[in-house]
């Protein structure tokens, strides 16, 4: 069983930073594919960041060039670095996890067993 919970969500205004942790439970962490969604009201949970099986990040375009994501595998938690916050950021920021998949999407969160609790960021105008 993997556990993940996620912090560091807040109010910020825009052109604001925020970073995200996902602490994770259990030995399998490194061997995890790792990402982050988020899910604003009204809306689908959407793909924000993940890490590949090569361990390339993949970023949704609206936060490329403005999120990173990375990884600590000696604390076994996964992080989100937010800048240039706008308010269509604004969301429930979920992490996920999943055993590797090849050939499976990164981006459909249906594929991943294990999720977080959410986080709220809100980005004020």
């Known amino acids: 069983q993997v556990q993940l919970v996620e912090s560091g969500g807040g109010l910020v205004q825009a052109g604001g930073s925020l970073r995200l942790s996902c602490a994770t439970s259990?030995?399998?962490?490194?061997?995890?594919?790792m990402g982050w969604f988020r899910e604003a009201p009204g809306k689908p949970r959407e793909f924000v960041a993940v890490?590949?099986?090569?361990?390339?990040?993949i970023y949704t375009m609206s936060v490329e060039g403005r999120f990173t994501i990375s990884r600590d595998n000696t604390k076994n938690t996964l992080y989100l670095q937010m800048n240039t916050l706008k308010p269509e950021d604004t969301a429930v920021y979920y992490c996920?996890?999943?055993?590797?998949?090849?050939?499976?999407?990164?981006?459909?969160?249906?594929?991943?067993?294990?999720w977080g609790q959410g986080t709220q960021v809100t980005v004020s105008s």
């Open positions: 890490f590949t099986r090569s361990g390339s990040p």
């Open positions: 259990g030995r399998t962490f490194s061997s995890y594919t």
């Open positions: 996920a996890a999943r055993q590797p998949a090849p050939g499976v999407s990164y981006e459909s969160h249906w594929t991943y067993k294990y």
